[in-house]
């Protein structure tokens, strides 16, 4: 595979990590070629959300491997276009001047999209058109950009076709015993894409490469202190949560909430705030969605490797341990995702965005807002000051839900995190430039 190519006709000497308003603006403010309201990278991230998890019903953990494929070939187009500022990741086209990277950028996740998704061609075709037709003048530049993001498109679908989407073997669970993963209500459905765990990766070595430590022994303090917690403060009727720790269980996980679209409409917002140019938003995008697609297939690697038993299971059966109190009748705050708990999959995903996010803006300091469809909610719209801020509200919400147990959050998190660091290291780096850094 021809991948993290460095093909500098540009020399970008700026930091690995540079502000937004450092990142090379490629052809100019996209406002020159497209609708005022649109970067191009953030409108066709929107149509592929749409097109992957809202028509395709496609979960996390399916949709990320999928929302990777746009956002890579719409980087290499981008990236290609504007000289190679940055490493290429596997696709290195052939590029006419002059050519509109916006152009591109369409070009690239439109054609990924419909093959794809076929029955979705021609809502995505009429989508296309709309968008070139807005895009005035430069009819040249238009049809060579087009050319660059069709190029683009062939060669990651091409490199991704074989990668274990939808292919890999099914799952027995073990025999049901204390700390052994059962079928949870209230629907009792088998575990959800154990394939996963067999998906290519992005940037790992493998999928076992930052496999966690086993879950804590049903005899651990940890253990008793995870039960406890989670037995108190997550049930569907606790006497020690908050209103606003109810309210945040319920916006991270409540009804109507993917968690990949919640994070997507996130990284949008960011990039339209910030400014991002058309390849600052392509990079970014294509940083986000690799590491995300890859925390969580190494955490469908450690989630059925350990087969470590819920929340809704433990309680009902008194935790495996004696001095734990069970409750037959304990059910959630929120409805339990079909598939292992440890380590916890929000936890993956989300330590992976977040260290990326801090690297790529060289500060845990950066205000943005993060918005739920859950109904009923207090809050509906958070705004933060801090990346971190909103990582410590997932993991806790995991909690308050009834989802996970604190210790699992953690790990997950911490599994992101290394995903995140060696992805930043070795992909998407700036031609030249030989050190990363990161923020504390």
Not at 210 to 229: G, I, K
Not at 244 to 263: A, I, K, N, S, Y
Not at 398 to 421: Q, W
Request: aromatic letters at 10%; one cysteine or more; charged letters at 15%.
């Amino acid at each position: 595979m021809l991948r993290n190519l460095c093909f500098c006709a540009v020399l970008i000497t700026t930091s690995a990590f540079a502000r937004a308003g450092d990142v090379p603006r490629c052809g100019g403010r996209e406002s020159e070629h497209l609708p005022p309201t649109s970067n191009g990278v953030v409108f066709w991230n929107a149509v592929a959300d749409n097109s992957i998890a809202v028509v395709g019903g496609k979960s996390p953990q399916q949709g990320s491997v999928e929302s990777a494929i746009v956002q890579i070939a719409v980087y290499d187009a981008v990236n290609a276009i504007c000289g190679y500022p940055f490493t290429a990741y596997a696709v290195k086209p052939d590029v006419q001047v002059p050519a509109l990277p916006e152009a591109a950028v369409a070009a690239a996740a439109h054609d990924v999209l419909v093959a794809l998704y076929p029955a979705q061609a021609a809502m995505l075709d009429q989508q296309y058109a709309d968008y070139l037709g807005a895009i005035p003048g430069h009819h040249e530049g238009k049809l060579n950009g087009i050319a660059v993001g069709q190029q683009t498109a062939a060669g990651i679908l091409a490199l991704r076709a074989n990668d274990g989407r939808n292919a890999g073997p099914g799952w027995t669970p073990p025999a049901p015993g204390p700390g052994i993963w059962q079928p949870t209500p209230p629907g009792f459905l088998p575990a959800a894409t154990p394939w996963i765990r067999f998906a290519t990766p992005w940037t790992m070595t493998s999928p076992s490469q930052f496999r966690v430590p086993s879950p804590p022994a049903l005899d651990s303090a940890t253990w008793v202190q995870d039960y406890n917690e989670t037995k108190d403060y997550g049930g569907a009727v606790s006497s020690v949560r908050t209103p606003e720790q109810t309210d945040l269980g319920v916006f991270v996980g409540g009804p109507g909430v993917h968690p990949m679209l919640q994070w997507h409409g996130t990284w949008r917002g960011i990039a339209v705030d910030q400014e991002l140019s058309v390849l600052g938003a392509a990079r970014l995008f294509a940083m986000l969605s690799t590491v995300a697609s890859d925390a969580l297939i190494g955490c469908w690697d450690s989630k059925f490797e350990y087969a470590f038993w819920r929340p809704v299971t433990a309680i009902r059966a008194g935790g495996g341990n004696p001095y734990l109190a069970a409750d037959p009748t304990w059910i959630g705050l929120v409805i339990t995702h079909n598939h292992p708990e440890y380590p916890a999959a929000h936890g993956c995903f989300s330590g992976s965005v977040v260290e990326v996010l801090r690297a790529y803006f060289h500060t845990d300091h950066l205000h943005f807002t993060m918005s739920s469809p859950a109904p009923g909610l207090l809050q509906p719209v958070r705004s933060y000051d801090r990346f971190s801020q909103v990582l410590t509200d997932i993991l806790d919400a995991r909690v308050y839900s009834g989802m996970h147990y604190r210790n699992s959050t953690v790990v997950g998190a911490e599994l992101g995190r290394k995903v995140a660091r060696q992805a930043i290291e070795h992909f998407f780096r700036p031609c030249g430039d030989k050190r990363m850094r990161f923020t504390n």
